[in-house]
């Protein structure tokens, strides 16, 4: 097992422009979403339905999806599904409920993220930059 090495300031800098970049593709998100009249959550509990398999999830998986304690995911679900954003859906197991996304929170994800891939593609340049800073390695 090798040793370990101390980072270098270079690294340090290139670790501190990598979170700021984080927290500031986080601020845009969370600006766009309350434009769209959604809170954070509930933008990426639409993003994570319309990913999933089948284009739905359970609620402890939507929870497990989102870092999210089961009370809260299950909050999340009723404010979405009285948005009419989602419908709770019979699952295999009758006891389990499944969400999906409705043709109304499609629609509002589509918007979103269209404008969330732009911003992606604007702060790429930005990212393979302190990716490459990170990646570099000292003899």
């Not at 339905?49 to 679900?77: C, D, F, M, N, V």
Request: aromatic residues 2%.
């Amino acid at each position: 097992m090798g040793t370990k090495r101390e980072l270098t300031d270079a690294e340090y800098e290139a670790l501190a422009s990598f979170r700021s970049a984080i927290r500031q593709f986080l601020h845009f998100s969370s600006e766009r979403a309350r434009e769209a009249e959604l809170n954070p959550a509930q933008h990426q509990a639409l993003l994570a339905l319309r990913a999933a398999p089948g284009r739905r999830l359970s609620i402890g998986q939507l929870g497990r999806e989102l870092l999210l304690k089961p009370h809260t995911a299950s909050e999340l679900a009723t404010r979405l599904t009285r948005a009419g954003l989602v419908v709770r859906a019979p699952g295999t197991d009758p006891r389990e409920r499944h969400l999906e996304i409705t043709r109304k929170g499609e629609e509002c994800l589509s918007a979103l993220s269209s404008v969330h891939r732009s911003e992606v593609k604007r702060l790429r340049p930005v990212m393979a930059e302190i990716m490459r800073r990170l990646g570099k390695d000292e003899p």
